[in-house]
């Protein structure tokens, strides 16, 4: 046995060994790191970097791409190696015989190209990118190119022409749905489609429907027309149910508007068109400019202004062809028109920025200001029979203010006026002359011998600020935290119209009121591939939106000294918003959700689970959830299905408005007044307002299917 200080020496030496000769190695192995972009610089994440060694006996290695596009395969033995980079939606690029060196860090700097036949999109799912043909859920990606090549320049009508399920109409005559008009997915509300901007929710409209075709009627739904459709570089449209992936208002499921993002260039756009009948004329200047922030960022800024002249479809009405025939040359020709409203001064302001900083965090956000001014006309108001302003009788003879009994506030006819009995469309001529000729009797044939036809309209205000960082932790892990804030306003106008009760005194332009809708969230995502099958996400979201009803003038809800005697009260029309109708009101929400998606080897195959708890303010705690799935079959075929529940409260603004509205009745064949209270208790709202929505559905590949969604209206449908 050898000595103890030499047996130690001997055991120390053979640790040095053991301990440095793996060091030693590593000394004499290299490294291959790079950056992988697309063709505009733009970094991407989740790319899979494969190097295949063509000398020596190293193993095949793969990794991927984190949050700031960058990648870094150690330990590689000297050699040449071939190295593909793939990512869903790009064209794969190989890069043979990279030389790797000891001790050396070979750098390969790679750009993909988008393989245009196979979008990528981001919506379904939180975990990486995915083409449209590999998500578990039916979704289509639609080009710029595709929105703007249309006779169109409304964003609304551009993408009714590309995607079935969704629907925007016009609203010839219907109040405020002209301002904002209502757009469906998969034939549910307009509220019951989220709205995103680059992945981030964005605020709902200011306008509540009334009236928007049955199916809207009492929705508030989002305002697209604002977005121009130059700022766009695509359009992912989730047909099915989502709720429980991004909250409410996604039951129909989700379209979201991916901003460009480029940072060089631009375009130039001048649209204009009418139509063959000779209205309708528009014109719409659009631009587009791409600018660097430093060398790693961006900021895409776009421009849209344009005004819209009116159309008209109409023919004469007959009552106002028979008030003509009588005799009554006052009578407007045609009375009352049938079509698209004016719009001026269409302005569309957005920006959307970008910047990656050192450590691979990237900021990001984008803003927007958008106004216009829209205005057509109502229902006309027939000389002889509408009620509570010439008649009310249903036109056998004429409505008769006395202004003596209003003096005295005695109703016995103090001013002896006569009765004037109509025949065959025509007053008696005697008995109206002798009310014109008497400063105490009146009839609103004085002002309006031809009657009248109100103009509606209004100037509608959208503005809002999204802005956030994202990162990658050591592990892997990607974070993202944004906050956003949103506003939408419409100022409402009327003219040509009375206040019938104000009697001789009443004005004919009135203001009102307004609508205002205001939104801010914070949001934070938290995402974590397990490994190359399994990905984690989930996340936590506050939100808090207000709804404030602005007040009108006084004369525009004003109930008159006239109204004891039959004379409506309000703007006829559209009456403003009284002090028992104007406020404000708010409502905050919380919620925390989770994702998991797990994949088959060589995508074969993708199971997905959602699950969301939310609370809301007033409406309590509600839970829900989703399953997707996707099966490859032989020969390039694939089989989805997914089934999903939902909930969605009443905003403010369907809880507490309440309006009245002038339609017409198919069994009176007149024009009524109808009107809609707000509701007494959130947990009770129903023909008042809007009551929650609860949603199950399921779609499978050649079909999508939600069942009827039981819900309150805001108005009963009709018209002005």
């Known amino acids: 046995m050898l000595p103890g200080p030499i047996r130690k020496a001997c055991i120390a030496l053979v640790v040095v060994t053991i301990t440095l000769a793996p060091a030693a190695a590593r000394a004499q192995d290299g490294v291959l790191s790079g950056t992988v972009t697309d063709t505009t610089g733009f970094v991407l994440p989740g790319v899979a970097v494969e190097a295949q060694a ?4 190293g193993p095949d290695r793969t990794v991927f791409t984190d949050g700031a596009g960058r990648f870094s395969i150690p330990a590689l033995e000297p050699g040449t190696y071939d190295v593909t980079f793939t990512l869903p939606g790009f064209t794969t690029a190989v890069r043979d015989a990279v030389q790797v060196n000891a001790g050396r860090t070979a750098v390969l700097d790679v750009e993909m190209a988008i393989r245009l036949e196979e979008r990528v999109v981001v919506v379904g799912s939180r975990a990486q990118p995915r083409s449209v043909i590999e998500s578990t859920v039916p979704i289509d990606a639609i080009p710029y190119q595709d929105v703007v090549s249309q006779g169109s320049t ?9 995607v079935p399920s969704y629907n925007v ?8 749905a002209r301002l904002i008009r209502p757009a469906n997915l998969r034939g549910l509300a307009p509220d019951h489609t989220l709205v995103l901007v680059n992945g981030k929710r964005r605020h709902r409209g200011a306008v509540i429907t009334w009236i928007g075709n049955g199916v809207s009627d009492g929705a508030q739904g989002p305002d697209i027309s604002a977005i121009p459709a130059i700022a766009l570089r695509q359009i992912e449209v989730l047909r099915d149910g989502a709720a429980a992936q991004y909250g409410s208002d996604a039951i129909a499921g989700v379209l979201n508007f991916q901003l460009k993002d480029d940072p060089r260039g631009g375009s130039l756009e001048l649209h204009t068109g009418g139509y063959g009948a000779g209205d309708g004329g528009t014109y719409t200047v659009a631009g587009n400019v791409g600018l660097p922030l430093g060398a790693n960022g961006f900021a895409n800024l776009s421009v849209e202004y344009g005004n819209t002249a009116p159309t008209s479809r109409s023919v004469q009405r007959d009552d106002a062809a028979l008030l003509i025939a009588a005799g009554n040359d006052a009578v407007a020709d045609p009375a ?12 569309k302001l ?4 970008g910047h990656l900083f050192a450590g691979g965090v990237q900021a990001y956000g984008h803003a927007n200001y958008a106004s216009r001014r829209v205005e057509s006309g109502f229902f006309f108001r027939n000389p002889n029979t509408r009620a509570a302003v010439f008649s009310a009788d249903r036109g056998q003879s004429l409505l008769i203010g006395d202004v003596l009994d209003v003096q005295d506030g005695i109703l016995d006819g103090s001013a002896g006026c006569p009765a004037v009995p109509v025949t065959a469309g025509q007053p008696d001529q005697a008995a109206i002359a002798r009310v014109f000729a008497d400063s105490h009797c009146f009839s609103f044939q004085e002002r309006f011998p031809g009657g009248f036809t ?12 999204a802005a956030g960082l994202r990162g990658q932790l050591v592990g892997g892990m990607v974070w993202d935290a944004s906050a956003s804030a949103g506003s939408s306003e419409a100022d409402f106008f009327i003219y040509d119209t009375v206040n019938a009760s104000l009697g001789p005194a009443t004005p004919t332009t009135f203001d009102p009121g307004l609508y205002r809708q205001d939104e801010i969230g914070l949001n934070v995502d938290l995402s974590y591939p397990l490994n190359d099958r399994v990905h984690l996400a989930g996340g936590a979201e506050w939100r808090d939106e207000r709804f404030t009803i602005g007040l009108g003038d006084e004369p525009s809800w004003q109930i008159g000294p006239f109204a004891p005697q039959g004379f409506s009260a309000g703007s006829n029309g559209f009456p403003g918003f009284s002090p028992i109708a104007a406020g404000a009101w708010s409502r905050a929400n ?20 959602a699950l969301r708890l939310e609370n809301f303010e007033d409406f309590g705690t509600t839970t829900n959830g989703k399953l997707s799935g996707r099966l490859r079959l032989a020969g390039g075929a694939a089989l989805r299905a997914s089934a999903s529940s939902g909930f969605r409260a009443p905003t403010p603004g369907q809880q507490n408005a309440f309006n009245v ?24 709202c129903s023909r008042s307002g809007r009551s929650p929505t609860r949603s199950a559905g399921w779609s499978t590949p050649g079909r999508s299917t939600s069942p009827p969604t039981t819900s309150g209206s805001g108005s009963p449908t009709g018209s002005r």
Not at 169 to 176: L, S
Not at 454 to 465: C, E, H, I, T, Y
């Open 54 to 57: 063509t000398t020596g006996s």
């Open 154 to 162: 409304d964003l609304a009508d551009q993408l009714r022409t590309l």
């Open 169 to 176: 109409n016009p609203q010839p005559v219907g109040d405020a």
């Open 336 to 347: 009352q028109i049938w079509g698209a409203p004016t719009i001026d001064d269409n302005v």
């Open 350 to 353: 957005w920006g959307n920025f």
């Open 454 to 465: 109100p103009q509606f309209g209004g100037d509608v205000l959208d503005a809002s600020l």
């Open 590 to 609: 919380t919620a925390l959700y989770g994702d998991v998606e797990v994949t088959g080897r060589d995508d074969g195959w993708a199971l997905g689970g």
């Open 661 to 684: 509205s002038t339609e017409f009745d198919h069994e009176l064949m007149d024009l009524v007044n109808n009107g809609s209270r707000r509701c007494a208790a959130a947990s009770r």
